[in-house]
């Protein structure tokens, strides 16, 4: 099989690292009340986003050398929050900064590397938002929500539309290079400190999570979907004690295979190498992985929300097809 190699475009995860904070004083004029956000209720896009700003939250974490700053947003009661992984993964002191200029602190309770997502706790309840998992139409009027480059900035709003979407990018960090796919392309301006913010619809569901921008051009940010961050809310909602199920699968979605001359007569995950549960069940490099379960998988997002919908320690039925004919095979998850 042959070795996939990428070569993209700069790229920056969109938080930053600090070394000052800045002063709150509460604004009691926010409704910080804790319920869904019915933005569909509002006359203007105007009134819906200015409602909409008080279920997102800017994060600082603080580190030897200082502090990352981010943003989140809550898209469940509980006080779950949504961010991307960098900009809590290793940080100590978690403080949060609510609309009404009030602060909290914060607590790591699920993280996912590979998608760059992760969920706080915040220590108060705020309101939140819908989510909508429909397709994402090229042309769709977007509006990213966050905390750019310093706190000073906190619940800046910007606009703009989606490019493209099922982006797959590489990202170099200091663990070494990764690969982000399914991702929504969009042109509303974000900048170091957006990283974990919302991507919302004119309607004022949420419909990605702001990661990260290119550095060589103006206008293209990318955000992850909601689907996968949904589902991991939803299991913390049960279970606060939830950790991802691991199966030990790495590879990149059929059609991104297909771009670089693999001959596939079917979507799913190209599997590029394999360890743990998947290794032990039979899987190995050049499969293409189809189903998991009863779930039909199309690419590594939904490859990802199937594989989040098990516990560690069940035992899952994994279809892949091997030299052009359908095989399957059992992993007991860990």
């Not at 509002?42 to 990352?68: C, F, H, N, P, Q």
């Not at 797959?168 to 974000?190: K, N």
């Not at 997002?301 to 035992?315: F, H, I, P, R, T």
């Amino acid at each position: 099989m042959k070795k996939f190699f990428y070569s993209v475009i700069s790229l920056v995860l969109v938080c930053l690292c600090l070394t000052g904070c800045a002063k709150n004083v509460s604004d009691e004029s926010v409704d910080m009340s804790l319920r869904q956000i019915a933005t569909e209720d509002y006359s203007s896009v105007s009134e819906m986003l200015t409602a909409a700003r008080s279920a997102v939250v800017g994060i600082s974490a603080t580190y030897k050398d200082g502090y990352a700053i981010g943003s989140g947003v809550a898209i469940s009661d509980g006080g779950l929050i949504l961010t991307n992984n960098h900009v809590v993964e290793g940080g100590g002191k978690i403080t949060l900064y609510y609309a009404d200029k009030t602060t909290g602190s914060g607590k790591v309770l699920w993280t996912d590397p590979g998608m760059d997502m992760a969920v706080v706790q915040s220590s108060r309840e705020i309101p939140y938002l819908g989510i909508d998992t429909s397709e994402t139409v090229i042309g769709e009027e977007v509006f990213a929500l966050g905390t750019p480059l310093t706190l000073e900035f906190k619940h800046t709003v910007t606009h703009g539309i989606v490019s493209a979407t099922n982006r797959t990018l590489e990202v170099a960090s200091s663990a070494g290079t990764s690969f982000l796919q399914s991702l929504i392309q969009h042109d509303a301006s974000i900048n170091p400190g957006n990283s974990g913010g919302p991507l919302i619809n004119r309607q004022g569901k949420v419909i990605g999570i702001n990661t990260l921008k290119a550095t060589e051009g103006e206008g293209i940010g990318f955000a992850i979907p909601i689907k996968v961050g949904s589902v991991a809310v939803s299991k913390l909602k049960t279970n606060p004690q939830f950790q991802s199920a691991y199966l030990g699968v790495f590879g990149f979605d059929s059609e991104i295979a297909m771009a670089h001359g693999e001959k596939l007569d079917s979507v799913g995950v190209y599997v590029s190498s394999v360890d743990g549960p998947a290794l032990k069940a039979g899987l190995k490099k050049g499969d293409l992985l189809t189903k998991i379960g009863e779930k039909d998988v199309t690419n590594l997002l939904s490859l990802k929300e199937a594989v989040l919908g098990y516990n560690q320690g069940d035992s899952v039925k994994i279809s892949v097809i091997r030299d052009g004919k359908r095989v399957e095979f059992l992993a007991t998850l860990k």
